[in-house]
């Protein structure tokens, strides 16, 4: 790809000409994204949102043998301390029994820092870093204020590989560049394509002298894929969708969350790239088949019944495997419609909301639709081509499905919430909170111990919304002894009046 030459990705605005800001139905969205009306989109009154930062953050930190600098003010790191028990539990996971938790440092740029500079702080830091723990890489995470004051971040990362073990990744997340957090996905991965990957073989198959050995690895590697998770995939998540690539007979290379860095080095000699979200993984599995000649595929999220089976039928079709992946979905398909049919009659007819990252939330979506429940507004976090598959079919059975494009915005959530009256919520906790707040029963989208991939994934979502749904006196209680923070007459507002029109630039 021209964009890897170069420092920076490009913003997910001019890349993917992705929209954050709509309201409406889902049924008139795919035209006006296509037609690029969306494009300057902007909202009048803007409540809390998120910064690329912060998935970077999550999937940085869980990386083996990984110290993560934050170069900026303290503040930038502070999110890390919520991340501590997810990260010792995948590093757990990986095969530590004695999990260290997130390797970080922070340059604490003050204000001195901000007129004379920082670039003399970050220098200090990496080699701290190296000298304190002897990581194999080291993550320099620029924030806002050296993007600002204009530090150069790459200038002194070239300057100290040298000097260090340790390979070093510049990754530029500065927060005010983009109002699309999934851009911290292209920056990770763009960091990696440029300092880690280059596609030479220093795995001990590059200096086999056993014939045999060499023969052996080479079948290994025509049935080795690389699993793309994300930081919102759990370990059981993991295990499902390695169980299934293992019943159609490959072996799996995962990567980013959770991995060491010899992961990404052994990239480029697998058969396939196989993503589990488009929005997370397309600019890397892009290069992969673009430079070394690695296909992939990943346009379905494999949440839900029909979702998984198409995930499952794209892979096989790559590798010929489509006899053996049909009897996998015919034998878990119907041990799954055993398993729910007894939930079923408890969730016919029920309705739902939900809300989290675009291709999480249409894929939960249709598998609620799956279970017999109906949708009533989906608010995924921004929109692309990329949920154009999920929307479409949403669409199909019900094209009046409100559809709120909107990170964070709990002003508009609200609103919507109060208008639609859902039987259930489903989010990230602080999307459910807003929810809880209505009286609505809740259920999260994403926790680290539970699953929700695959069949074992669909039947467990099934099973937790049935014990919800059988009790919502918690939240209905709640509702009458909180206060909520805005007016009783917004409300009786169009949620959506403050997404505007943009100025079309020149």
């Known amino acids: 790809m021209s964009y890897l030459e170069g420092k920076v990705a490009p913003i997910r605005e001019d890349r993917l ?139 002194v990362a070239n300057d100290l590989r040298d000097q260090i073990s340790a390979a070093l990744l510049p990754v530029h997340c500065e927060g005010f560049k983009t109002k699309v957090m999934a851009t911290a996905y292209d920056a990770i991965f763009h960091s990696f394509l440029r300092n880690v990957i280059d596609g030479h073989d220093d795995t001990e198959f590059s200096v086999y002298d056993n014939e045999a050995a060499v023969a052996a690895e080479s079948i290994r590697r025509k049935r080795l894929v690389n699993l793309m998770n994300v930081s919102s995939m759990t370990g059981p998540d993991q295990n499902e969708l390695t169980r299934l690539l293992n019943k159609l007979g490959l072996e799996v290379n995962m990567l980013p969350c959770d991995a060491h860095p010899d992961a990404f080095r052994m990239a480029p000699f697998a058969a396939l790239s196989v993503g589990v979200c488009p929005t997370h993984d397309d600019y890397f599995m892009g290069y992969l088949e673009e430079k070394f000649g690695v296909p992939f595929v990943g346009s379905q999220m494999p949440i839900g019944i029909e979702n998984t089976g198409i995930w499952l ?83 199909k059975i019900n094209p009046s499905i409100r559809l709120n494009v909107a990170t964070a915005q709990p002003f508009e959530a609200v609103n919507i919430i109060n208008r639609a009256k859902p039987d259930l919520y489903i989010g990230h906790n602080s999307d459910n909170v807003w929810a809880a707040k209505c009286g609505v029963s809740v259920l999260p989208i994403y926790g680290t111990n539970s699953i929700y991939s695959g069949y074992a994934g669909a039947y467990d979502i099934a099973r937790r919304i049935h014990r919800h749904l059988a009790n919502t006196s918690f939240n209905e209680k709640l509702s009458r002894h909180v206060r909520q923070p805005y007016r009783d007459s917004w409300y009786r507002e169009d949620p959506f009046k403050y997404i505007k029109r943009g100025e079309l630039s020149a």
Not at 19 to 32: A, K, S, T
Not at 62 to 90: D, F, K, N, P, Y
Not at 363 to 374: D, F, K, P, R
């Open 313 to 395: 039928r794209h892979v096989a079709a790559r590798l010929n495997l489509e006899e053996t992946a049909e009897r996998v979905i015919t034998t878990e398909t119907e041990e799954l419609k055993r398993a729910i049919e007894p939930i079923l009659p408890s969730l016919k007819g029920k309705t739902a909301m939900l809300s989290a990252g675009e291709i999480r939330t249409l894929a939960t979506a249709v598998l609620l639709q799956e279970l017999g429940m109906e949708i009533l507004a989906v608010r995924p976090y921004h929109y692309d081509k990329f949920g154009a598959v999920d929307v479409e079919h949403l669409a």
């Open 17 to 155: 000409g992705t929209c954050i800001e709509f309201g409406g139905v889902i049924g008139d969205i795919v035209q006006p994204f296509c037609d690029g009306c969306l494009k300057n989109r902007i909202r009048g009154f803007s409540q809390g949102t998120i910064c690329q930062l912060l998935p970077s953050l999550a999937i940085l930190t869980s990386l083996q043998e990984t110290v993560v600098i934050v170069h900026g003010a303290v503040g930038c790191g502070g999110a890390v301390h919520s991340l501590g028990a997810s990260v010792r539990l995948g590093q757990w996971r990986s095969g530590d029994k004695n999990p260290k938790g997130a390797l970080w440092l922070s340059t604490n740029l003050n204000e001195q820092d901000v007129t004379q500079g920082g670039e003399e702080k970050l220098r200090e830091a990496i080699l701290e870093s190296d000298k304190r723990y002897r990581p194999d890489a080291i993550v320099v995470l620029s924030t806002c204020v050296p993007g600002i004051i204009g530090d150069d971040v790459d200038g």
